[in-house]
């Protein structure tokens, strides 16, 4: 009897069989979506001086900027300038790999910034730069020089925390004079990080630039050209 | 012995006073439309209605000057686009060209590649005309105040 209890409790060698451990579904995080204010906007707002008519070059091309820049009496040039990246490096992990071949790299320049010299009165980069690594940033600030009039101001945003592996790649939208809208659409590695030394010297060729600080993690830099 | 009436096919109607290119229909050339159109096929060339409204549909492939009065777009269009009321870009639409106009509306999803300009409203006739008349009472005082013999006294 004592044996038969003994049995049934320790039956075999085997070890006792407990079911597989399923973690938890992890669900992804919800993009992020966040209004914040921008002094740097509002800085790059007051350099255009209430004249109307001025051509805008914006290389996020939110619908919502369009639009508010055209009330504004302004003549926006939205630009698919990420779609265009991602045609030309795709965006998986090896997009800064192929942003070192030449070839890519001319195509790419010629076929998103072909405009006429000194065309623009301002540009709104926004955070394209920072997925560009040097081998093409170079080609693209020299165009930006080139399509723009002296004395233009540039808007551009850098994630300041340089130690991020990947940061959102939001999209930007204009609500009002100092206030963004900023929607999360992607995630991107960071080609190289830019704290202030780094925007100095980017920018070397173009005139002053002023950097206003925030408290959240994005560097707001304007640039005058 | 009689005959069943024949049934007749249903036929949906279009509606009164828009003119419709359907998605089979390839137009190459000019159009210029009395009244509104709708364009679900494809065109190359140029479309106007100036007085009325184009919708370029979803099924709509346009490589086309555009003008009309209020012109929206679901579809693709290459060219440029001239509204002299309002220019809407619908979700899931593509221009490829410069948009003038007086009010601009662009959807979330709605793509755009080319310059916004805003294209100042036309005065109404008669606000125009009332204008007119003002300047003209305005410079005929003028030129009264002006004349020598006033300035002598």
Not at chain 1, 111 to 117: A, N
């Amino acid at each position: 009897m004592l044996d038969k209890l003994r049995n049934f409790f320790q039956p075999d060698d085997e070890p006792p069989r407990l079911p597989a451990y399923k973690p938890p579904p992890v669900e992804p995080a919800a993009p992020i979506q966040l209004t914040r204010v921008s002094n740097g906007l509002d800085q790059f707002f007051l350099e255009l001086g209430g004249q109307d008519r001025l051509k805008i070059l914006d290389l996020c091309g939110a619908p919502a900027t369009t639009e508010y820049l055209f009330e504004q009496q302004q003549i926006p040039r939205p630009d698919s300038f990420y779609r265009a990246l991602e045609l030309a490096f795709g965006n998986g992990p090896g997009y800064l790999d192929r942003q070192l071949e030449e070839d890519r790299v001319e195509i790419f320049v010629k076929h998103t910034l072909d405009h006429k010299e000194g065309e623009f009165d301002a540009v709104l980069l926004w955070d394209s730069l920072q997925y560009l690594r040097p081998e093409l940033l170079g080609p693209v600030l020299e165009q930006i020089h080139t399509i723009t009039r002296p004395g233009a101001p540039i808007f551009a945003i850098f994630h300041a925390d340089e130690r991020a592996e990947e940061v959102p790649v939001f999209s930007y939208q204009i609500q009002g004079r100092n206030q963004l809208y900023l929607t999360e659409r992607d995630r991107r590695r960071l080609a190289q990080p830019f704290n202030n030394r780094n925007i100095d010297r980017i920018f070397k060729n173009f005139g002053p630039r002023k950097f206003f600080l925030a408290r959240d993690q994005l560097r707001e830099v304007l640039i005058w050209r | 012995m009689s005959t069943a009436p024949a049934i007749r096919s249903y036929e949906p109607e279009a509606p009164r006073g828009v003119a419709t290119i359907g998605k089979a229909v390839y137009i190459k050339g000019q159009i210029i439309a009395r009244e509104d159109l709708i364009v679900d096929g494809q065109v190359d060339g140029t479309v106007e209605a100036q007085e009325h409204r184009i919708t370029i549909g979803p099924n709509g492939r346009v490589a086309a000057t555009i003008k009309g009065r209020h012109i929206i777009i679901q579809g693709q269009v290459t060219g440029n686009v001239e509204g002299s009321e309002k220019v809407e870009i619908r979700n899931g639409a593509k221009l490829l060209g410069d948009v003038r106009t007086v009010k601009f509306v662009c959807e979330e999803e709605g793509t755009i590649n080319g310059s916004v300009a805003s294209l100042r409203p036309e005065p109404k006739p008669a606000a125009a005309a009332t204008e007119t008349k003002e300047k003209a009472a305005a410079a005929s005082a003028t030129q009264q105040t002006l004349t020598p013999t006033e300035v002598k006294k």
